[in-house]
């Protein structure tokens, strides 16, 4: 799964692209890597009526027989997970411009940076904690499509449109994980750096 992404924006334009709160995020625009912050989506709960930008740490804890924080979610129907997708106050808004893979053979890898060009600043499915011993989050991780397959086959994160923000961020459980499929390929670009 992807351990990199970037969020080439500041809170203010990102709390614009997604009908948010941006409060006094500091976020400017960087690179996130587990265990650095990061903004992400929240919302009050009734109905995703209010939406806030929230910083969080990339990386939840580890389940009981785990020794690392978990960047990503793949076994939606795992006891583990399943209680926190329940809880839709328990899901959030992963903001991102891009994500990175390496691909090629050993000894020639090269970094591959996916977007999408109709969306400059997109979002992930994702899930956050609030109760730990920090705030953190994690995202959604699904199959591969086949251009992110070409460069790494073991998956993708989960890609929302923006018409699905209110499902994932406040309904029904079932419906919200239903949305946990490959972002078509045709809406992907890929590149050797991040688009600016």
Not at 52 to 67: A, E, F, H, I, N
Not at 128 to 152: E, I, K, S, Y
Request: aromatic content about 12%; charged content about 15%; some cysteine.
């Amino acid at each position: 799964m992807t351990s990199l992404y970037r969020l080439d924006a500041p809170a203010s334009t990102i709390a614009a692209a997604f009908g948010a709160e941006a409060g006094n995020d500091p976020w400017t625009g960087d690179y996130v890597a587990p265990g650095r912050p990061a903004p992400v989506i929240v919302s009050d709960g009734r109905c995703g009526s209010r939406r806030y930008l929230r910083p969080k740490l990339w990386g939840v804890p580890p389940p009981p027989q785990g020794d690392r924080p978990v960047t990503s979610v793949r076994n939606l129907a795992s006891p583990f997970w399943i209680g926190t997708l329940r809880h839709a106050e328990l899901r959030c808004l992963i903001p991102a411009t891009a994500f990175a893979y390496w691909s090629g053979a050993d000894g020639a890898r090269r970094q591959r940076w996916f977007s999408v060009p109709s969306r400059p600043v997109f979002a992930f499915a994702g899930i956050h904690r609030q109760g730990d011993d920090w705030p953190c989050f994690a995202m959604l991780t699904t199959d591969a499509n086949g251009l992110v397959a070409h460069h790494q086959p073991k998956g993708m994160p989960v890609i929302l449109y923006p018409e699905d923000y209110a499902t994932w961020l406040s309904g029904e459980w079932r419906a919200a994980v239903a949305l946990a499929v490959p972002y078509p390929s045709q809406l992907l670009a890929v590149g050797d750096t991040p688009p600016v």
